[in-house]
Structure formats: C-alpha cells, structure tokens
C-alpha cells in the first residue's frame, strides 16, 4: 500500500473505494458535477492544495476532463499533479452498459496499473506511518461516532478544525491521521 501526503481527488465513490484498497491517502471524491454547485467542497479542496497539494485522478472521458478542469482552475500549479487513466474500452463491472464514450474509468481500472501511476507521478510518500493512529474507537470515545450526541460533536469538531460539514467519518479519521497525534485530538476535544 502506497502511503500517500497529498489529497487525491477522484469524481466518485467507486473511484475512491477502488483507491482506498492500494493507497493510504486523504481520498475527496467531487460526487461528479456536483461540484459545480458545493462551494464549501471546493474551498475544502483548495484548502488542501495548499496545505499538502493534491492529486487529481479522473475518468479520461469528456466529462473527467470537465471536473478536473475546473477543480483545478485557480490552485498554482507546484500545488497539483494530475494522474491520467489510459483510454481502454470496455464495461465496469457493476453497470450494465458502457459508458457513453465506452471507455473505462477509474474503478475499471487494474489495482496494478493504478499503483504505477501513482509511482510514475512522483507523489510525496512515505513509509513512516502514525505509530498511535486515531481509531475509530477513539472517535467513539470521544463522542464523534455511534454516540447520541455524535452528529452534534462531530459538527464541533468539524468547526473546529474549519472542515466541511459534509466529511464522511471516515474521511475525518483520515484528515486527522495525516495532520495531527492522537494527543492533539484529544486536546482540541477538551477544549470544546
């Protein structure tokens, strides 16, 4: 598994569930064109070009071409590397039919062809990993998850870190891992 310090942005959760198995990463996905209208999404993204840089892994269809575009229009350039899919035809599994341009995307592609392309890129990686990682335990016992009060604490906390309310749980625990200790967590929960 490649560990990975920048965000990679991907268009959907099939991409990012694909990702997930070969990459230890902070993985965004767009939800597609719905970027189009999430402001906060894309500040977020923007956001983490700053801090870390991003990858941008798309589908090399029309519609990839678009998202990525505009998803990349206005961070500078030393800020992002792009990833591109080779054009191999052909049906995902899951979908009952092509694509409309037949091509395969990213969830279609091998786990293999995905990690050269990652190794190719020159991504900042790293084999040092949180030797105290925060698990999704410690969100529990820190209120965050599968608790009455989690949505309510998780907002604060998203607030707090100036996150976007629509991380996923998994996402947060992600964003953490890669950007503070467990002790840290823990101290910025006191506080609230």
């Not at 959907?12 to 569930?17: A, E, I, N, S, V």
């Not at 800020?79 to 591109?84: D, G, N, S, T």
């Not at 592609?109 to 949180?130: G, I, P, R, T, Y």
């Amino acid at each position: 598994m490649l560990k990975i310090n920048e965000a990679v942005i991907v268009e959907g959760r099939y991409d990012k569930l694909k990702l997930s198995n070969i990459l230890d990463a902070l993985i965004i996905e767009t939800n597609g064109f719905a970027i189009y209208k999430d402001r906060e999404k894309l500040k977020f993204i923007r956001r983490l070009a700053e801090e870390r840089g991003i990858i941008i892994l798309t589908d090399s269809d029309h519609s990839g071409f678009q998202i990525r575009n505009y998803v990349s229009a206005g961070i500078p350039k030393d800020k992002i590397k792009h990833i591109y899919i080779p054009d191999i035809y052909g049906k995902e599994r899951r979908k009952t039919a092509p694509s409309k341009e037949g091509k395969l995307g990213v969830e279609g592609m091998s786990e293999k062809l995905l990690e050269e392309l990652f190794k190719k890129a020159d991504v900042k990686s790293s084999q040092s990993s949180n030797e105290n990682p925060v698990t999704n335990y410690d969100l529990f016992d820190l209120g965050i998850s599968g608790t009455p009060n989690a949505k309510e604490n998780k907002k604060k906390l998203l607030k707090a870190l100036d996150l976007p309310e629509f991380l996923s749980t998994n996402s947060l625990l992600s964003y953490i891992n890669s950007s503070m200790t467990k002790e840290e967590l823990y101290e910025i929960m006191k506080a609230k």
